[in-house]
Structures are given as C-alpha cells and as structure tokens.
C-alpha cells in the first residue's frame, strides 16, 4: 500500500503562469522524489508600474512517501491479505 503526502510550494516566473508552475515542479523534483501531480492553489502576480513585473503560483504537490508506485483510487483502502 502506498502513503502519499502533500507539500505546500510557491513559484514564480516574469514570464507567465505556466512557467511558474513548471519552475515549481522541476525545483521540487530536485529534492523530493515520487511526485505523482500538483494542483494550483493560488495564483498571484505582482504590479509595477501599471504592468505585470512577476507571476506566482501556490502549488499543492502530491507525492509518495517510501516508493514510486502511483497513488491509485483502486489502491486506496485495499488491504493485504
């Protein structure tokens, strides 16, 4: 059975959301392993001057802890007999 766990990661990029949430990702690949998917839980930018300077995104990133086997819905609950 496979136990995952959610990290709370916030990104940025001059260019645009999806390039923050990319950055994100591959930041957080660096030092955390079995990350199955990520869902944006906030989304920001920054203003200067009348123009957007900075985009930023607040990222819930799901991994497994101990393995690479994805968490499944069918693998949830199921027990060993």
């Known amino acids: 059975m496979s136990v995952a766990k959610i990290i709370e990661i916030t990104s940025a990029s001059p260019s645009g959301f999806e390039d923050a949430i990319a950055r994100g990702i591959a930041r957080a690949s660096e030092t955390v392993s079995g990350i199955q998917g990520a869902w944006v839980a906030e989304q920001k ?4 001057d009348g123009k957007i300077v900075e ?3 607040t990222l819930k990133v799901t ?17 060993k007999k």
Not at 45 to 48: A, G, H, K, P, T
């Open 63 to 79: 991994f497994v802890l101990g393995g690479d086997e994805p968490v499944t819905a069918k693998k949830v609950g199921k027990r």
């Open 45 to 48: 930018v920054v203003v200067r």
């Open 55 to 57: 985009y930023r995104v």
